[in-house]
């Protein structure tokens, strides 16, 4: 298969993955509303397309990554309406099960195939080529994607059967955001104690306490810089609703996680909705007594 693929969504994911696709040779054939991200794509070797129409008459696999269930579902329907011939439409974004159902049954009436790749990652690994994907669907279709896969991720996995890819990225987001906030406790314990931030986080990442979201995210609470994103709190939002849901669903006690959904809440309250998901180191230092 010629090494084209569709995009569209070209935020803070879907650019990245845009941009590292080009770099590695593929012809990307891109489409976004927003006239900033567009522009960003065109100059970095994207080429633009005149809608989400258009980009499937021009690739043979498409991946979409959007921020909410109704705009996913309105692109759905306008590449099943689009008369391309028949696509592998690969979904990168963090839905309900029931809107990825949604997704598939209105491509598969129009003869396209879909697939549920959720990604692992934030928009800062996805600069670095940092993700993993949780590809799941047609067998045949997954592998006609794995070549792009490896040039924009660092793992993919075939999860079997459609919507297995959205639950293991329930299970991971899960971790993410208690991870998140742990990391955020332990650095403003560690500011209220009067240590060296810079050293705590040299030193805690690596040892047995640290973690991932830690590496990631003390870094950005010890500048206490939070912009650009990388996850916004409001768009995290979402995915705690989400995950929240499919845990009730399944009978599951998630007594940790349930206990974070209030500080990331609180983010939106101080108005730091557009803000990194490490602004939750905000709202506990505003807590502590270490802002006013």
């Not at 696709?21 to 006239?35: A, H, K, N, P, S």
């Not at 579902?73 to 696509?87: D, L, N, Q």
């Not at 810079?198 to 939070?226: E, I």
Request: one cysteine or more; aromatic letters at 6%; a neutral charge.
């Amino acid at each position: 298969m010629d090494r084209i693929v569709g995009i569209v969504g070209l935020g803070i994911m879907g650019g990245a993955i845009a941009r590292n696709l080009v770099e590695r040779g593929w012809t990307v054939i891109g489409f976004d509303v927003d006239e900033g991200k567009k522009a960003e794509a065109k100059a970095a070797g994207v080429t633009l397309a005149a809608s989400a129409a258009d980009v499937a008459h021009r690739a043979p696999i498409l991946f979409t990554s959007l921020p909410s269930p109704k705009i996913v579902v309105a692109v759905a329907e306008e590449i099943a309406a689009s008369g391309a011939p028949k696509r592998i439409v690969a979904e990168f974004s963090t839905l309900a099960l029931a809107d990825k159902m949604k997704f598939k049954a209105i491509l598969e009436k129009a003869g396209h195939v879909a697939l549920d790749c959720p990604l692992s990652g934030t928009g800062a690994q996805a600069a670095v080529r940092d993700l993993i994907v949780y590809a799941s669907g047609d067998t045949a279709a997954i592998k006609a994607c794995v070549p792009a896969f490896e040039d924009f991720s660092k793992q993919n996995a075939d999860l079997g059967a459609y919507g297995n890819g959205s639950k293991l990225k329930f299970v991971a987001n899960h971790l993410v955001a208690i991870h998140n906030v742990a990391s955020a406790e332990a650095m403003v314990l560690a500011k209220k104690a009067g240590l060296d931030v810079d050293q705590v986080v040299a030193l805690v990442g690596p040892g047995a306490g640290g973690s991932r979201m830690f590496q990631m995210r003390a870094p950005m609470m010890a500048a206490n810089v939070y912009e650009p994103p990388t996850m916004r709190c409001s768009t995290w939002q979402k995915d705690m609703q989400v995950i929240g849901d499919f845990a009730k669903e399944m009978g599951v006690p998630t007594p940790l996680f349930t206990r974070t959904e209030a500080i990331y809440e609180k983010t939106l309250e101080m108005g730091l909705g557009d803000m990194d998901t490490a602004a939750v180191c905000v709202v506990l230092e505003a807590e502590a007594g270490l802002r006013k």
